[in-house]
T-cell receptor, first 115, second 115 residues
Framework: AQSVTQPDIHITVSEGASLELRCNYSYGATPYLFWYVQSPGQGLQLLLKYFSGDTLVQGIKGFEAEFKRSQSSFNLRKPSVHWSDAAEYFCAVGGDTGTASKLTFGTGTRLQVTL | NAGVMQNPRHLVRRRGQEARLRCSPMKGHSHVYWYRQLPEEGLKFMVYLQKENIIDESGMPKERFSAEFPKEGPSILRIQQVVRGDSAAYFC?????????????FGAGSRLTVL
């Protein structure tokens, strides 16, 4: 069964500092990997995705993530955090199981940004 | 180009009542997914539907929950005889095609509170 682990429940960084959110996954085949962001009371917005090819993927709002098969990881990074990045971030994994796009989500990492 | 529309955004029910949550997918999307987010948790897959068909309901509780996506009109998630444990945010997502290499677009969610 597929699973996603986000080991950090809550992270606080200063505005302008760099950010790395960790994500480890378990999946039997080549995974499709996603990062979504959720602002309070809102739905989920896709930040970036990895399907195949270049293992370093660029997303919106200056985010990037690197797929490392050997470590089963897909960590999210941003070189300089802005106060508006405060939100909850979810990593998700899916695959070609025949039942399309059945994503498994991690429990999320809540990002707080201090000024 | 409206996104995924969910209503109501907030719903309050007393124990034993019925809750109906509606989801209109993005234009051109014929695949609908329902996820549930319990407080302080990630999203959990409930059901995947195409028009007039339930494709995968492996995440649906065995009793009291049902979903449909009729030929005309929105998808409906129905919860009968609600209990306090049903209090959660229910998210709908849609996609234009089947397959894992596919991006889900999420709605803003319907937040159910059971008194």
């Amino acid at each position: 069964a597929q699973s996603v682990t986000q080991p950090d429940i809550h992270i606080t960084v200063s505005e302008g500092a760099s950010l790395e959110l960790r994500c480890n996954y378990s999946y039997g085949a080549t995974p499709y990997l996603f990062w979504y962001v959720q602002s309070p009371g809102q739905g989920l917005q896709l930040l970036l995705k990895y399907f195949s090819g270049d293992t370093l993927v660029q997303g919106i709002k200056g985010f990037e993530a690197e797929f490392k098969r050997s470590q089963s990881s897909f960590n999210l990074r941003k070189p300089s955090v802005h106060w508006s990045d405060a939100a909850e971030y979810f990593c998700a994994v899916g695959g070609d199981t025949g039942t399309a796009s059945k994503l498994t989500f991690g429990t999320g990492t809540r990002l707080q940004v201090t000024l | 180009n409206a996104g995924v529309m969910q209503n109501p955004r907030h719903l309050v029910r007393r124990r034993g009542q019925e809750a109906r949550l509606r989801c209109s997918p993005m234009k051109g999307h014929s695949h609908v997914y329902w996820y549930r987010q319990l407080p302080e948790e990630g999203l959990k897959f409930m059901v995947y539907l195409q028009k007039e068909n339930i494709i995968d309901e492996s995440g649906m509780p065995k009793e009291r929950f049902s979903a449909e996506f009729p030929k005309e009109g929105p998808s409906i998630l129905r919860i009968q005889q609600v209990v306090r444990g049903d209090s959660a945010a229910y998210f709908c997502a849609s996609s234009p095609m089947a397959g894992g290499a596919n991006v889900l677009t999420f709605g803003a969610g319907s937040r159910l509170t059971v008194l």
